[in-house]
């Protein structure tokens, strides 16, 4: 096991205006779980590749441990990566594409053997190590793959969104298992999703990365509670963040006609930065619903989830877009006209320039 450590990493790709990666400072702890999460194209699977020797470092540097792996070529570096497509050898077994590449490496045949009955044996995969990929369904193909990392027994283990191919159901209960057996195993593991949900549930820390830069790396609690920007407000949490471009008074924010409520040290804080616009985010929990006072918001659609249920409206009279959640025991109707007020204490403001949010974090 190992820490891993970006310094100032950087790749630009040939014929590029900017950086895929740009300046990444990122310290991985020895035996962390850590997600990188981002929407398509932000670098999030550049920064994997990087770390795993598969795509050239134009400046910083990149540790595994006390060791500078920066031009290290891949078989050098003590990792093992799980892929997207898994990548097996439909002609050999499972028992073989586990241990290929110790084969490959010159253990001997009795320590491979070893290796892959035991993999097998934290992997349920026992009673298949006979069959080939082509009899198994995709589930289980993922868990070979996962079994061909751990048999390595490598520092690190790097894993480049490994449950894209899997339908819905199989996704959350292998995202469930992949996370009790990095826990069982204490292998330091990087792993990259676009799905926040994913990354959310899955990671001791998630690294939000866009337009290849590093925007926050925290606890996904702290990611949701105190998200240090607009970007990572909108795209930490599903539903995502209401966000308003509104104006500042002396006493509130005003979307149109509308009074907003901000807890006076967040307006205090706007004020003293002279601004007079600014980003208003509420999450969908923290409206409460009012008889006569409050936002009117048209009901378009309510997604009901079960145990949850979410309101997609829009603001009477304005193009503005809400979503909030509602009882979903009571919910309301479509077509019907309800009034929202914010919870002052669990707003959020950030600057309308710089996209940073203004202290402090809201109360939670």
């Not at 097996?88 to 320590?111: C, D, Q, S, W």
């Not at 449950?163 to 959350?172: E, H, I, P, Q, Y």
Request: proline share 6%; hydrophobic share 40%; with cysteine.
């Amino acid at each position: 096991m190992a820490t891993v450590t970006y310094e100032s990493a950087t790749r630009v790709f040939p014929g590029a205006t900017r950086p895929a990666v740009d300046r990444l400072d990122l310290a991985i702890e020895d035996g962390e779980f850590l997600v990188l999460v981002g929407p398509s194209g932000c670098g999030k699977s550049t920064s994997l590749r990087m770390l795993a020797g598969l795509e050239f470092v134009n400046g910083g540097r990149i540790w595994i441990g006390d060791r500078d792996v920066t031009r290290l070529a891949p078989k050098d570096r003590d990792i093992a990566m799980v892929f997207q497509n898994y990548a097996l050898y439909p002609h050999m077994t499972v028992a073989e594409n586990m241990g290929f590449a110790l084969k490959i490496a010159g253990v001997p045949r009795e320590e491979r053997d070893r290796r892959v009955r035991e993999a097998a044996r934290v992997l349920d995969l026992e009673d298949l190590l006979e069959r080939k990929p082509v009899a198994m369904s995709g589930g289980q193909r993922q868990r070979v793959a996962m079994g061909r990392a751990i048999v390595r027994e490598p520092k690190v283990f790097l894993m480049d969104e490994p449950l894209s191919n899997l339908d819905a159901k199989l996704r959350v209960s292998t995202r469930t298992q992949i996370a009790a057996l990095q826990a069982r195993l204490g292998i330091t593991t990087v792993y990259v999703t676009h799905d926040q949900v994913e990354a959310m549930t899955m990671g001791d820390r998630v690294a939000v990365i866009n337009d290849g830069v590093l925007q926050q790396a925290d606890t996904p609690l702290r990611l949701y509670e105190a998200p240090v920007n607009v970007f990572v407000a909108g795209f930490i949490g599903s539903p995502a963040m209401n966000l308003f471009t509104v104006d500042l008074t002396a006493e509130a924010a005003r979307l149109g006609d509308m009074a907003l409520p901000v807890s006076r040290d967040v307006l205090a804080d706007a004020h003293s930065r002279k601004l007079g616009k600014v980003t208003y985010g509420v999450r969908p929990e923290s409206f409460r619903f009012t008889a006569d006072e409050g936002w009117p918001v048209t009901v378009n659609v309510v997604e009901a989830l079960g145990s949850d249920a979410y309101m997609y409206g829009t603001v009477t009279g304005g193009e503005q877009n809400v979503v909030a959640r509602v009882d979903p025991r009571r919910p309301p109707h479509k077509g019907e006209t309800v009034r929202l007020t914010p919870v002052a204490d669990e707003v959020y403001l950030f600057d309308v320039e710089t996209g940073e949010r203004l202290t402090p974090a809201p109360a939670g």
